[in-house]
């Protein structure tokens, strides 16, 4: 990403924010309205505390003042700083009220709109590194409008309200205030163009840094680490990567500490300069002392306004409004548009709008996964009828779960085209596409949840439905896992959150992959390796576990073992991604091509 976004026209700022503050008034608008009376009431406040300390002043100095007009202003002066003298506190509080709902409503629609990201996406560096940039300052990105309102907005008040007040008496500390704010304009916006550099240089390495930590920490990974022995060369990795992260974050903040002393260093000399042209107007009879005290303290107010502004304009402004357009690249400029999108997405989604499954057909279709050279997949053609059983063979990186991922729907930015019933499956929602395939991945998700919800959630709607349930496992043979559970298929699984929580081997949670997929009841069933956790004794009485489970039913196989084939109505082979052979079993065994091959590879490894 380009760092010179900081000198985009302000108007586009500008109209960034207000989208913003529309949004958050819609949302919380008696909030937001009490909210921007306090800080208007506090701009006022600091020329008016000023205004009563000059009256005080004056009045000691009159020989007939009475004290009861002294215990007023001092009581009014007493109520000034119990309402305005800890705006740190009330500013958190009416904050957080403020972007209370906007904070949900942006969680929300960030869950939503993942879910709804093209998996192809994810598998792109660039953009996964924006996806968590968005993440991450999601509760920031939630709070602009209100930081306008609460500091932008008091500061230019105070801003106005101070100009007038100093101008009356004197332009001279006013031109000296707006020199100070424009010296400050520069070095914030210095500082700031290193900040959102240094964001850019020190993410990517944070990132790996965190990725090789958490290959030395996960639960999951602890295995490997400790059979092979590499937690050395894993930490050298890890402490490299924050070295060199470390040491461009290191050079940012010595800059930064030294723009930021020269700021803090005028922010001292130009009051200083201030005072010392104060007493000589009192000393050549120019102005009173109390006209002085009531300028002195508004004076203060006035720089403080100017710095802010300045800062905020060309610092924080900058750095807030790339949140925002990152924010609004993502989910789009109109949130409320978004929210329309999903609300009009109705149950009727479930339906098959194509009819019930005749058949499937791949035309042409060729993918590339992004930041590679290589397809993984060429002009594959093959087409489905319905109540077959389709063996989809290959070698590892064969293009076989490619070919899975894009028949289902997961991978969407591929040429070609797939065909449900002869039209086109792009034309339906990921929700339509998803109830033609039950499938079952071999990088299936192992949940915290009970044998019954892992296998539920193959069908969300039916997750309570304990005849649906039973009937899946049946099929997957699962109840060979039930029947030796303490609690049977409400047996909490996994120990990521539960204490209790049983472990299962890698063929058990195969089996409730495979139970989750028969769960769908979808027309078709896309198996991925389905034994690829299983030893070879389980393995053949699983194949004939699942020769009856899909018996009558439309399926397809993927695997790069041989020993499903033969049951299969048609095999196709794949090799380098595109389909060398198609046939049955016996058929590629009279080609005498790789296909036989492999048979006879296996066969005699078997023997």
């Known amino acids: 990403m380009n760092n010179d976004k900081g000198d985009r026209p302000m108007f586009l700022k500008i109209k960034r924010f207000w989208r913003f503050i529309k949004l958050d008034f819609k949302l919380s608008p008696v909030a937001f309205s009490v909210n921007a009376i306090y800080f208007i009431l506090?701009?006022?406040?600091?020329?008016?505390?000023?205004?009563?300390?000059?009256?005080?002043?004056?009045?000691?100095?009159?020989?007939?003042?009475?004290?009861?007009?002294?215990?007023?202003?001092?009581?009014?002066?007493?109520?000034r700083?119990?309402?305005?003298?800890?705006?740190?506190?009330?500013?958190?509080?009416?904050?957080?009220?403020?972007?209370?709902?906007?904070r949900e409503r942006f969680h929300l629609f960030f869950l939503d709109k993942s879910y709804r990201t093209k998996q192809d996406d994810l598998y792109s560096a660039k953009f996964y590194e924006k996806y968590q940039y968005i993440r991450k300052n999601m509760d920031n990105i939630a709070g602009v409008s209100i930081m306008l309102i609460n500091q932008m907005g008091m500061a230019v008040c105070t801003f106005i309200i101070t100009l007038i007040s100093i101008g009356s008496f004197d332009m001279v500390i006013v031109a000296a205030a707006?020199?100070?704010?424009?010296?400050?304009?520069?070095?914030?916006?210095?500082?700031?163009?290193?900040?959102l550099a240094i964001q850019h240089d020190y993410v990517p390495y944070e990132r790996k840094a965190a990725y090789y930590k958490g290959l030395l920490t996960n639960r999951e990974h602890a295995r490997d680490t400790r059979i092979f022995q590499n937690q050395d060369w894993l930490r050298q990795q890890m402490n490299e990567n924050l070295a060199e992260g470390e040491k461009r974050l290191f050079h940012y903040e010595?800059?930064?500490?030294?723009?930021?002393d020269a700021s803090r260093l005028l922010g001292i000399l130009i009051p200083f300069f201030i005072d010392l042209y104060l007493l000589f107007s009192v000393s050549i009879n120019k102005i009173t002392a109390g006209d002085a005290i009531f300028l002195r303290g508004i004076v203060e107010s006035l720089l403080y306004s100017v710095k802010n502004i300045l800062q905020k304009l060309t610092g924080d402004a900058v750095e807030k409004s790339e949140q925002i357009e990152r924010f609004e690249e993502f989910l789009g400029k109109d949130i409320f548009a978004y929210q329309k999108i999903t609300q009009n997405e109705t149950a009727s989604d479930k339906n098959l709008p194509y009819g019930d499954l005749q058949t499937v057909e791949f035309k042409g279709v060729s993918y590339q996964y992004p930041g590679t050279a290589k397809y993984a997949i060429q002009n594959v053609n093959f087409r489905i009828e319905k109540g077959e059983r389709i063996s989809l063979l290959g070698y590892n990186g064969s293009g076989k779960s490619t070919v899975a991922k894009i028949l289902t729907g997961v991978l969407q930015n591929?040429?070609?085209?797939?065909?449900?019933?002869?039209?086109?499956?792009?034309?339906?929602?990921?929700?339509?596409?998803?109830?033609?395939?039950?499938?079952?991945?071999?990088?299936?998700?192992r949940y915290a949840f009970t044998v019954s919800e892992n296998i539920g959630v193959g069908n969300i709607e039916k997750i309570n439905d304990k005849s649906?349930?039973?009937?899946?496992?049946?099929?997957?043979?699962?109840?060979e896992i039930t029947d030796k559970?303490?609690?049977?298929?409400?047996?909490?699984?996994?120990?990521?959150?539960?204490?209790?929580?049983?472990?299962?081997?890698?063929?058990?949670?195969?089996?409730?992959?495979?139970?989750?997929g028969y769960m769908s009841e979808a027309p078709m069933l896309v198996f991925d390796e389905p034994t690829a956790s299983i030893d070879a004794i389980e393995e053949k009485r699983f194949w004939k576990l699942l020769n009856e489970g899909l018996y009558g039913e439309t399926a397809l196989i993927i695997s790069h073992n041989l020993g499903y084939a033969q049951l299969s109505d048609r095999i196709i082979l794949l090799h380098e991604g595109h389909i060398l052979e198609a046939g049955t079993h016996d058929e590629l065994l009279a080609n005498h091509g790789l296909y036989a091959q492999m048979f006879l590879a296996q066969k005699e490894v078997y023997q």
């Open 81 to 102: 700083i119990c309402l305005f003298g800890n705006t740190g506190n009330m500013e958190r509080m009416l904050t957080a009220i403020c972007t209370k709902r906007t």
């Open 254 to 260: 010595i800059q930064n500490a030294v723009l930021g």
């Open 414 to 445: 591929y040429e070609g085209e797939v065909l449900i019933n002869g039209k086109d499956a792009r034309a339906l929602s990921q929700e339509q596409r998803a109830c033609y395939f039950g499938t079952a991945f071999q990088d299936f998700n």
């Open 468 to 479: 649906m349930i039973q009937k899946a496992s049946q099929k997957a043979n699962v109840n």
């Open 42 to 79: 506090f701009s006022f406040s600091g020329v008016f505390a000023s205004w009563i300390l000059k009256k005080i002043y004056e009045l000691l100095e009159l020989p007939n003042a009475t004290i009861g007009m002294l215990i007023f202003l001092f009581i009014l002066y007493f109520l």
């Open 178 to 195: 707006l020199v100070f704010g424009v010296l400050v304009a520069i070095i914030s916006k210095i500082i700031t163009r290193k900040k």
């Open 485 to 516: 559970l303490p609690a049977g298929v409400e047996q909490q699984l996994g120990k990521d959150l539960y204490e209790n929580g049983w472990d299962l081997s890698g063929g058990e949670w195969q089996r409730i992959a495979l139970a989750r």
